[in-house]
């Protein structure tokens, strides 16, 4: 697709004739907008889940993802591709706009925006501002732009706040009426979250950056709601900080009752879940729990090493709760052939495993996706152009490896999905993920390391040109997630979900490396001079110095992805 950037007219020594030179460039992503490749499946009957609206205790949001677009710059931010900002439109009966919506132009329009509605006899939820005051505009910049651009901050009243920015193209001050402010009580404190735009083509404190917001306080109990708004801020203008807006704050006592229910969250998964690359190399695959202990996993007691018990098939026999004191882990079998068989697990026998979690203020579900590898292989490092071969560095039993689906309970929609590597990970919006299948999202698991990511290639863990290599890569071993799963933990579904033993075992699900790390690096070390202080900088677990513990362990089990 193509729009016309520059018309150019030029005589043509042909009479009269003009003839017309049109100058074109590929249209910015932003101009599309993202649908998913399929349509959504009929939700199962429920009560608050995929309805449209969401009541937070008398204030009702509803999110809209229809904009009219109000001011476009074409340089700076993201890829130097500029941003737009837009305004919600279609907006229902009886609702009002909170904010205007921005997104950089380096990825398709995908986003949406909160409106309100006070839905209570005093109606002193909602209020107008008393004036505007303008923050920033374009005039006297010089920036490629289709015309200047204004940004308004919403002067509250006081008990009120503003939950986001007005942008227009005009001088003239937003109609008092155009939006509204919400009752202090309602909302909640915000912190930055993506980068959006600065005049520059990467973020630079020392000048003008317009950033997405989120509840700064988030988590399954935390109650910040995204409005889907951005702040703009400036070294400047002190005025500019977090505390000069806010997010939004669910106060329904029953705030739960916009979460999906068993049915609804079985469709959920069937309709997105994620399929799974493995590398064409890859001799380490995943498992279910249960064939890892079926096939001679073993218990290990400190202090009585030379007698490991068998596990049983659902782990009962396994020392439950506790902390991680160090005196349980858990190993493959004794014997060469089982060991050998368990190393490699078995893709026929994988399950994954589900942990549904509110998020948000329950406007959205987050959809942990847990998968268990017997065994996790040893590493290479990356040097400029040379390649390491790591020796044992990196070898570990019990290796556990996770995604998170985060889907929107106005609607049912896949928002984005968390892919998560080593100690980190990194979210990922549904507009740039690769789909198959449906609305299946592409996974693809690093190499021995089983790290997720969204893309194939290599992704190297470290600074500069040295690291460790993470290898991704398209192949014929493939996993769909949707056809083996078990619902292991959802806590707001109280009963209706049985938490399988193992899943409380608190422990290292391997032992602690069986050789001398030491030694290792220092084999490194001679290959590669310099190496040596890189290696000993990297985690633990990524060593492979620890036994991993399980998904209970994870910080992002209770809390947010990091």
């Given at each position: 697709m193509y729009v016309c950037d520059l018309l150019i007219l030029n005589m043509v020594s042909m009479g009269n004739c003009l003839t017309l030179h049109r100058k074109r460039k590929k249209a910015l992503p932003i101009e599309t907008v993202f649908k998913l490749p399929s349509p959504l499946p009929t939700w199962p009957p429920g009560e608050g889940f995929a309805k449209g609206i969401i009541d937070l205790g008398g204030l009702q949001v509803c999110q809209i993802s229809t904009f009219t677009k109000v001011w476009v710059t074409y340089q700076g931010g993201p890829d130097d591709l500029g941003a737009t900002f837009f305004e919600p439109s279609l907006i229902p009966n009886g609702f009002h706009m909170l904010a205007s919506y921005g997104q950089s132009n380096n990825r398709l329009l995908s986003g949406s925006v909160l409106v309100a509605k006070d839905d209570t006899d005093n109606q002193d939820l909602l209020i107008r501002p008393v004036d505007y005051s303008l923050i920033w505009t374009s005039e006297s910049l010089g920036i490629k732009q289709d015309t200047n651009g204004y940004i308004w901050l919403p002067i509250a009243p006081e008990g009120y706040h503003a939950l986001g920015h007005i942008v227009t193209n005009t001088e003239h001050k937003p109609p008092i009426d155009k939006i509204r402010c919400a009752r202090s009580d309602f909302t909640d404190e915000i912190e930055n979250q993506t980068w959006i735009w600065g005049l520059g083509k990467e973020s630079n404190a020392n000048e003008l950056n317009y950033f997405t917001i989120m509840p700064m306080n988030r988590g399954p109990q935390q109650m910040g709601v995204c409005v889907g708004s951005f702040i703009a801020q400036n070294p400047n203008n002190p005025s500019l900080s977090h505390t000069a807006l806010a997010c939004l704050r669910n106060k329904k006592p029953n705030y739960l009752s916009s979460m999906p229910n068993i049915q609804q969250i079985?469709?959920?998964?069937?309709?997105?879940?994620?399929?799974?690359?493995?590398?064409?190399?890859?001799?380490?695959?995943?498992?279910?729990?249960?064939?890892?202990?079926?096939?001679?996993?073993?218990?290990?007691?400190?202090?009585?090493?030379?007698?490991?018990?068998?596990?049983?098939?659902?782990?009962?026999?396994?020392?439950?709760?506790?902390?991680?004191?160090?005196?349980?882990?858990?190993?493959?079998?004794?014997?060469?052939?089982?060991?050998?068989?368990?190393?490699?697990?078995?893709?026929?026998?994988?399950?994954?495993?589900?942990?549904?979690?509110?998020?948000?203020?329950?406007?959205?579900?987050?959809?942990?996706?847990?998968?268990?590898?017997?065994?996790?292989?040893?590493?290479?490092?990356?040097?400029?152009?040379?390649?390491?071969?790591?020796?044992?560095?990196?070898?570990?039993?019990?290796?556990?490896?996770?995604?998170?689906?985060?889907?929107?309970?106005?609607?049912?929609?896949?928002?984005?999905?968390?892919?998560?590597?080593?100690?980190?990970?990194?979210?990922?919006?549904?507009?740039?993920?690769?789909?198959?299948?449906?609305?299946?999202?592409?996974?693809?698991?690093?190499?021995?390391?089983?790290?997720?990511?969204?893309?194939?290639?290599?992704?190297?863990?470290?600074?500069?040109?040295?690291?460790?290599?993470?290898?991704?890569?398209?192949?014929?071993?493939?996993?769909?997630?949707?056809?083996?799963?078990?619902?292991?933990?959802?806590?707001?579904?109280?009963?209706?979900?049985?938490?399988?033993?193992?899943?409380?075992?608190?422990?290292?699900?391997?032992?602690?490396?069986?050789?001398?790390?030491?030694?290792?690096?220092?084999?490194?070390?001679?290959?590669?001079?310099?190496?040596?202080?890189?290696?000993?900088?990297?985690?633990?677990?990524?060593?492979?110095?620890?036994?991993?513990?399980?998904?209970?362990?994870?910080?992002?089990?209770?809390?947010?992805?990091?």
């Open positions: 079985e469709t959920l998964f069937q309709a997105y879940s994620p399929l799974i690359y493995f590398h064409p190399k890859e001799t380490y695959l995943p498992s279910s729990v249960n064939w890892f202990f079926i096939n001679g996993g073993l218990l290990y007691t400190k202090g009585d090493e030379s007698n490991p018990v068998l596990i049983e098939p659902t782990g009962s026999n396994l020392p439950l709760g506790g902390s991680n004191d160090g005196n349980y882990w858990l190993d493959l079998p004794i014997d060469k052939p089982s060991k050998k068989k368990v190393k490699k697990g078995d893709l026929k026998e994988t399950q994954v495993y589900l942990h549904i979690k509110p998020m948000l203020g329950a406007t959205y579900t987050d959809i942990q996706i847990w998968v268990f590898y017997p065994f996790n292989g040893g590493a290479k490092a990356k040097a400029v152009f040379i390649n390491i071969p790591l020796g044992k560095i990196g070898e570990h039993v019990g290796d556990w490896e996770h995604l998170t689906l985060r889907i929107s309970n106005f609607t049912g929609e896949l928002q984005s999905v968390y892919f998560s590597a080593h100690r980190g990970g990194s979210w990922v919006t549904v507009s740039e993920l690769e789909f198959n299948g449906g609305n299946k999202p592409c996974t693809y698991s690093s190499l021995h390391g089983h790290a997720m990511y969204s893309k194939p290639g290599l992704v190297l863990q470290g600074k500069g040109t040295i690291g460790i290599r993470n290898d991704t890569a398209k192949s014929k071993i493939l996993m769909d997630t949707g056809v083996g799963f078990e619902l292991v933990a959802g806590e707001y579904l109280g009963n209706s979900v049985v938490e399988p033993p193992w899943l409380n075992y608190c422990r290292e699900w391997g032992p602690k490396v069986s050789y001398d790390l030491g030694d290792e690096i220092k084999k490194v070390g001679k290959l590669l001079p310099g190496i040596e202080k890189f290696m000993k900088s990297l985690p633990k677990e990524v060593l492979g110095e620890e036994g991993p513990t399980g998904p209970k362990m994870k910080r992002s089990w209770d809390g947010v992805e990091v």
